[in-house]
């Protein structure tokens, strides 16, 4: 079964830091972009970042960048979105997703919810003031 977990979400203090896992399964994601959205209750759901099959693109939305870096490690099939100096406007269930599409050159159009073809259940992250 093809799949992305989450994991690594929780309740943190404004100004602290949380480390987002994304583990895939079920065949090997080495090939294809990976990708974060986050959705806040009431309201739609939005990127965070994306990571190029090879790691060598990243992109991120602008009230993330300095903030949230993103990784991955092809070896593990996994990638790693670390956030640093949180705020309570990031509180949102993120969700992990992956390109259907193999070697795809990652450009803008990452930011769209239909460049994405597998979803992961998502993992809340609660940032208190």
């Known amino acids: 079964q093809v799949q992305l977990v989450e994991s690594g979400g929780g309740l943190v203090q404004a100004g602290g830091s949380l480390r987002l896992s994304c583990a895939a399964s079920g065949r090997t994601f080495s090939n294809v972009a990976m990708g974060w959205f986050r959705q806040a209750p009431g309201k739609e759901r939005e990127f965070v970042a994306a990571i190029s099959w090879s790691g060598g693109t990243t992109y991120y939305t602008d009230s993330v960048k300095g903030r949230f870096t993103l990784s991955r490690d092809n070896a593990k099939n996994t990638v790693s979105l670390q956030m640093n100096s949180l705020k309570p406007e990031d509180t949102a269930a993120y969700y992990c997703?992956?390109?259907?599409?193999?070697?795809?050159?990652?450009?803008?159009?990452?930011?769209?919810?239909?460049?994405?073809?597998?979803w992961g259940q998502g993992t809340q992250v609660t940032v208190s003031s």
């Open positions: 997703t992956a390109d259907p599409r193999n070697f795809r050159i990652l450009d803008d159009s990452c930011k769209r919810h239909d460049y994405w073809g597998l």
